[in-house]
T-cell receptor, first 111, second 113 residues
């Protein structure tokens, strides 16, 4: 079953703008992870944030986690055409140990 | 793609045939996974293995089989019992903890003719 749900399903922005994607989930989690997938390729891990963390940064990426609202957001600052990809959140519930992926947000960055 | 290889990249199969997808990793990871991805969808877990000679069913194991005879290898067989096998198949691995980050292979696109 898919626990994470990304919002929006699709996002189109201009180069240089910021992109924000959201993920909501249903049950308590151990950690939440964000992955990127370029068209027709495998997924690439971006960031892992644990349930006791509120914010993490990695380069132009910023991830926040609000466990009270059961939601997370991924912010990509100063976007580039190369950021065009699908972005997935994946959660590990406290009641289990396996990742469950959402259906992703398709980001298009126009040059 | 992080030390995980999948072959072939594209695979065509006639209805009623079994087919085996290869997945090899040189990351010395204990855990390996197989996912299925349909167009515009997320990933669904087929099977996973946390240790050699042991594996568990995921959410959509029907019509699939796996083996884990070596740490480096986790082949997936799509059997004729799988009703709708056309999809993109992704293999991944992680360190022994299944809640750690996963490293993905490039995928195999299977088409049933």
């Amino acid at each position: 079953s898919q626990q994470g749900e990304e919002d929006p399903q699709a996002l189109s922005i201009q180069e240089g703008e910021n992109a924000t994607m959201n993920c909501s989930y249903k049950t308590s989690i151990n950690n939440l992870q964000w992955y990127r997938q370029n068209s027709g390729r495998g997924l690439v891990h971006l960031i892992l944030i644990r349930s006791n963390e509120r914010e993490k940064h990695s380069g132009r990426l910023r991830v926040t986690l609000d466990t009270s609202k059961k939601s997370s957001s991924l912010l990509i600052t100063a976007s580039r055409a190369a950021d065009t990809a699908s972005y997935f959140c994946a959660t590990v519930p406290t009641s289990g140990s396996r990742l469950t992926f959402g259906e992703g947000t398709q980001l298009t960055v126009n040059p | 793609d992080g030390g995980i290889t999948q072959s072939p990249k594209y695979l065509f199969r006639k209805e009623g045939q079994n087919v085996t997808l290869s997945c090899e990793q040189n990351l010395n990871h204990d855990a390996m996974y197989w996912y299925r991805q349909d167009p515009g969808q997320g990933l669904r877990l087929i099977y996973y293995s946390q240790i050699v000679n042991d594996f568990q069913k995921g959410d959509i194991a029907e019509g699939y089989s796996v083996s884990r005879e070596k740490k480096e290898s986790f082949p997936l067989t799509v059997t004729s019992a799988q009703k709708n096998p056309t999809a993109f198949y992704l293999c991944a691995s992680s360190t022994h903890r299944t809640d750690n980050e996963q490293f993905f292979g490039p995928g195999t696109r299977l088409t049933v003719l």
